[in-house]
Structure formats: structure tokens, C-alpha cells
């Protein structure tokens, strides 16, 4: 699986977008982007995963760039309940495989 | 609809016994995935059934440690023997592989204190 790279902490202030970066840049043409977040005392919280192309869903946008070497996560306005362990892995399309997670980025949202 | 749940949430016991510990997958998930995380860590792989069978145990540290899932749904993690450097939460996933990926859910997991 190929190693992503995050910030170690993050801080945003409550109500603006939070943007967290990621670099993948020796990931494999089938490996998605898949980010999952941990707040504190419970099981990782699955986000969003991508491949190729953007996408959004209810809780996230994440952009991917075009050679796909790094992407970012983005929670459009950030709520206390957002404070979190955020991991950014890659993740092969034929599944089945254990995910890889490093240490993650450890975002504070502020009041 | 439900997620995949674990039992117990919290187990406390002493060095040298034997435990168990229990995941219920979401229905009709065939893959099911059992993590440990340490404190600081993120969760790091032991063992991955699909279906009945483990397709992957590399992850699991030592024999002290088995996993079983007999009918294709509950699992159970066992440690036998255990020893003060098992304390950790063990977390479960499930997920039902199909067209393209498949992305794991997780359970609330199971915080283990070996005194």
C-alpha cells in the first residue's frame, strides 16, 4: 500500500472550512484515497474515498489533484464535533486488504 | 439500520487469563476485520475473515491470539494468556465487498486492561 504523508495537528476556528492536506505521491493507479476520522474514545468514522476524480457528500469534499500524488480533505464549516484524529490512507479498488493507517492529522476546532 | 457492534466495551483482567471478546458485523457484510490500537497509534491489522475463513492472519503478534468466526457473521478475537503489553482497544470492521472497493465500517470497539 502506498504511505501517505499528514500534518501532525491542525487547528481551524469554529464555522470556517477546514482543509487538510494528504500526500500519496507513490500511490498506485488502483488505489482509492480513503479518509476516516476518530474522535476521541470511539471507533474510526468512515468520511469519504475517492480515486480520480472530486467528490462530496454529506459530511466532506475531498479533492484529489490531478496526478493524484496528494489531495485534500475538506469540512466546509467546522463544528466542535469535528475535533477529531483525521487519516488519509490509500486503499486498493479490489478491496480485501487490510487498511494502513500512519498517525493522522489531529484537528482542533476552536470556539 | 444497525452498525457493527462489540462486547464488551470495556473488559478488565488480570495477567495470565483468558478472554474474549465479541463482534457483531452489519447484516449481510461477508468480509469482517479485526484492528488493535494502542494508545497514540492508529489502529494497526491482526486478522481478516471472508466469510467463514480467515483470509489473512499476519497481522495477529503471536499463537496467544485466535479469532473465529463459525458462521459467516459473529466473530470472536481470544487471547490466551494474556500479558500486561495486550492493553489496548480492539476494534472490528465489517464490509461487503462488491463492484469496485469496499469500505470498511467500524465497531465502537473493545478497551482491554491487563492488570
Known amino acids: 500500500d502506498a504511505k501517505t504523508t499528514q500534518p501532525t495537528s491542525m487547528d481551524c476556528a469554529e464555522g470556517r472550512a477546514a482543509n487538510l492536506p494528504c500526500n500519496h505521491s507513490?500511490?498506485?493507479?488502483?488505489?482509492?484515497v480513503y479518509w476516516y476520522r476518530q474522535i476521541h474514545s470511539q471507533g474510526p468514522q468512515y468520511i469519504i474515498h475517492?480515486?480520480?476524480n472530486n467528490e462530496t457528500n454529506e459530511m466532506a469534499s475531498l479533492i484529489i489533484t490531478e496526478d493524484r500524488k496528494s489531495s485534500t480533505l475538506i469540512l466546509p464549516h467546522a463544528t466542535l464535533r469535528d475535533t477529531a484524529v483525521y487519516y488519509c490512507?490509500?486503499?486498493?479498488?479490489?478491496?480485501?486488504?487490510?487498511?494502513?493507517f500512519g498517525t493522522g492529522t489531529r484537528l482542533t476546532i476552536i470556539p | 439500520g444497525a452498525g457493527v457492534s462489540q462486547t464488551p466495551s470495556n473488559k478488565v483482567t488480570e495477567k495470565g487469563k483468558y478472554v474474549e471478546l465479541r463482534c457483531d458485523p452489519i447484516?449481510?457484510?461477508?468480509?469482517l476485520y479485526w484492528y488493535r490500537q494502542s494508545l497514540g497509534q492508529g489502529p494497526e491489522f491482526l486478522i481478516y475473515?471472508?466469510?467463514?475463513?480467515?483470509?489473512?492472519d499476519s497481522g495477529l503478534p503471536n499463537d496467544r491470539f485466535f479469532a473465529v468466526r463459525p458462521e459467516g457473521s459473529v466473530s470472536t478475537l481470544k487471547i490466551q494468556r494474556t500479558e500486561r503489553g495486550d492493553s489496548a482497544v480492539y476494534l472490528c470492521?465489517?464490509?461487503?465487498?462488491?463492484?469496485?472497493?469496499?469500505?470498511?465500517?467500524f465497531g465502537p470497539g473493545t478497551r482491554l486492561t491487563v492488570l
Open positions: 490512507i490509500a486503499y486498493p479498488n479490489f478491496g480485501n486488504e487490510k487498511l494502513t
Open positions: 447484516s449481510g457484510h461477508t468480509a
Open positions: 507513490t500511490i498506485s493507479g488502483n488505489e482509492y
Open positions: 470492521a465489517s464490509s461487503q465487498p462488491g463492484q469496485g472497493t469496499d469500505t470498511q465500517y
Open positions: 475473515f471472508q466469510g467463514t475463513g480467515a483470509a489473512d
Open positions: 475517492g480515486l480520480k
